[in-house]
């Protein structure tokens, strides 16, 4: 499912118009990643949790000449699947 059919799906399921539900969408991904880039923790229960890991610098090589290279240190965004998310797949 990509973003038009999210919007689509909020259509169907309620009395939005397609920009309303645009909208609503907009709002929960941007609030989602809002909260991500001050470093906070975005739990949806049962469904899933976002967090972000932060790597330190370290040495790595160029596979191509085997040289040294040094990685900067980053962040990045994680998801984890929740109890109830893991049993509905697996069924």
């Given amino acids: 499912m990509n973003k038009l059919e999210l919007i689509q799906a909020l259509r169907d399921a309620t009395d939005l118009s397609k920009p309303e539900a645009a909208?609503?969408?907009?709002?929960?991904f941007n609030e989602m990643?809002?909260?991500?880039?001050?470093?906070?923790?975005?739990?949806?229960?049962g469904l899933c949790s976002f967090f972000v890991k932060e790597y330190r610098?370290?040495?790595?090589r160029n596979?191509?000449?085997g040289e040294k290279v040094k990685i900067k240190p980053k962040k990045l965004p994680f998801f984890k699947p929740g109890?109830?998310?893991?049993?509905?797949?697996?069924?």
């Fill in 23 to 28: 909208s609503v969408v907009d709002i929960f």
């Fill in 33 to 45: 990643t809002a909260a991500l880039v001050k470093g906070e923790r975005v739990e949806i229960r």
């Fill in 63 to 65: 596979p191509k000449t």
């Fill in 83 to 91: 109890k109830e998310l893991k049993e509905r797949v697996d069924r």
């Fill in 57 to 60: 610098s370290y040495t790595g």
